[in-house]
T-cell receptor
Framework: SAVISQKPSRDICQRGTSLTIQCQVD?????MFWYRQQPGQSLTLIAT?????????ESGFVIDKFPISRPNLTFSTLTVSNMSPEDSSIYLC???????????FGQGTRLTVV | AQKVTQAQTEISVVEKEDVTLDCVYE???????LFWYKQPPSGELVFLIR??????QNEISGRYSWNFQKSTSSFNFTITASQVVDSAVYFC????????????FGSGTQLTVLP
């Protein structure tokens, strides 16, 4: 299993500013995933963060808006840049140890942009 | 492409009633994995069960049971004798063996159990 610590747990931000979300895992993992959950919606994959290479973004998400860092096998950050109210969501960090077992999730960051 | 459909957006039941949450999936892979997660109001995702495509055996865990039917591409979840604490959003998810480990989630079903 994996234990994920994500912070901040929540924040209220002004539009036009940026917020960096941190994700710390208690074991080394090759892939980390960032999801967005808009209010009342399902989880949508933003990008896959690979250690030592650039993140792979899903359709509709771009690096300029959601830059990701992955400095080592236990840590990643997601930045939400130039925020607007439409960015108000829960952002979740996730890892999966292999292609068979379940995914583990952080507690989520509940972001409100005003 | 993989897809997960949870047609029930919201379900409301009275405590002690049984309730079934539906999940239908689409995939071209012969090897895949299905999951159910619970998201209580606090927001964290709680893993409930994993099932691989080669194991069609149904599973029971306490008041929870799951019915996996490949013939209809369904993986339904039943809560027996529901309780107020079961109130949450429930997500069904799919992962293909050929994918890069990410999960594709259904839209979720909001279950409300009334006292």
């Amino acid at each position: 299993s994996a234990v994920i610590s994500q912070k901040p747990s929540r924040d209220i931000c002004q539009r036009g500013t940026s917020l960096t979300i941190q994700c710390q895992v208690d074991s080394q993992v090759t892939m980390m995933f960032w999801y967005r959950q808009q209010p009342g919606q399902s989880l949508t994959l933003i990008a896959t963060a690979n250690q030592g290479s650039e993140a792979t973004y899903e359709s509709g998400f771009v690096i300029d808006k959601f830059p990701i860092s992955r400095p080592n096998l236990t840590f990643s950050t997601l930045t939400v840049s130039n925020m607007s109210p439409e960015d108000s969501s829960i952002y979740l960090c996730s890892v999966r140890l292999d292609t068979i077992t379940e995914a583990f999730f952080g507690q989520g960051t509940r972001l409100t942009v005003v | 492409a993989q897809k997960v459909t949870q047609a029930q957006t919201e379900i409301s039941v009275v405590e002690k009633e049984d309730v079934t949450l539906d999940c239908v999936y689409e995939t071209r892979d012969t090897t895949y994995y299905l999951f159910w997660y619970k998201q209580p109001p606090s927001g964290e995702l709680v893993f409930l069960i994993r099932r691989n495509s080669f194991d069609e055996q149904n599973e029971i865990s306490g008041r929870y049971s799951w019915n996996f039917q490949k013939s209809t591409s369904s993986f339904n979840f039943t809560i027996t004798a529901s309780q107020v604490v079961d109130s949450a959003v429930y997500f069904c998810a799919l992962s293909e063996a050929t994918s890069a480990r990410q999960l594709t989630f259904g839209s979720g079903t909001q279950l409300t159990v009334l006292p």
